[in-house]
């Protein structure tokens, strides 16, 4: 039996990686290849269905994990194809596990699907099943509304169809290991290139800052979690915070990073007033993290001051 994973991503590549680490079968799917991983790699969209049916048959995949995605940055220079990608993709590979009686499919969602929502929310941690006005509170990214629209539909193609899926909301996802493509990388890659270097870094970059607190999670318990989501005996929630419980201002952001690099200096010509990446409110809580314990048995094991430790001492930030 082998587990397919579709995104060669940092996620992607770290779920391989630890799946390969305990003896199991891997396959790593992506429109490019990683380069040397000592991997098994096939060439493949997830948005044609022919090509996907063709690498399950033929690697005997009974199980996908689906990070395979365009991040915020990608999807708003080019929405036609991030909706490709994220929401036609996502339904390919949900159908492959249809038609071919696939077992667990995990699909990597985000936090941002209820960032909208912050506005009325109380104090108490963000739950999975939390409340939405379907109009006033309508996605404020593109990203976040293709990973709402991915998690309605795994969640339709488990009741109408009995795929056996689970989606996973990440935080913002820390990590390393190239150029980085989502908001919470290059706020780390600049940060680290400048703690690095010794010149100043100026954070003028709106979507980069946030007012108030903001929740982060390491790529390795990102990986860890799918690794997790595919082991569940009885995952009955089906969508599941994947966070630290933790959350941090800006400032405590920097004076940790500058526990790294205590030559890091940083200037914020015009500090934020909303929430992170842009989003209109400020954060009311971290997430709640109970479901993904129980029913997952995940709890995160980085916490901010070891992920930023990791991930630019190692020199993976950039």
Known sequence: MATLITGAGLIGRLTAEMLAARGERVVLADIRDPGASGLAFVHCDVTDAAALDAVVRRHGVRRIV??????????????????????????????????????????ASSTTVGYTMFGSHDAAPIEEDLPM????????????????????????????????????????????????????????????TGGRSGVPVVLDD???????????????????????????????????????????????????????????????????TTGFAGFPHLRPAPSDTRLAAAELGFRAQHNLGDTIAYWCRAGHSG
């Open 66 to 107: 689906h990070t395979a995605a365009m991040l915020s940055t990608g999807i708003r220079a080019n929405p036609a194809r991030g909706v490709a990608v994220n929401v036609v993709g996502t339904t390919q590979v949900l159908d492959c596990a249809r038609r071919l009686g696939l077992g667990r499919v995990v699909c």
């Open 206 to 272: 709106p979507f980069v800052l946030w007012a108030g607190r903001e929740e982060f999670v390491d790529a390795r318990d990102c990986a860890r979690a799918n690794l997790a989501a595919l082991d569940a005996a009885a995952p009955v929630q089906r969508v599941y915070n994947v966070a630290t419980g933790d959350w941090c201002s800006l400032d405590e952001f920097i004076a940790t990073m500058r526990a790294v690099f205590p030559r890091l200096q940083v200037s914020v010509p015009r500090p934020s």
């Open 133 to 192: 006005r379907m109009l006033g509170e309508r996605p404020a990214s593109l990203y976040a509304a293709s990973k709402i629209a991915g998690e309605h539909l795994g969640l339709l193609y488990h009741d109408l169809y009995g795929v056996d899926v689970v989606m996973l909301r990440y935080a913002a996802v820390l990590g390393g290991g190239g150029p980085a493509s989502s908001v919470p990388g290059r706020l780390l890659e600049q940060l680290a």
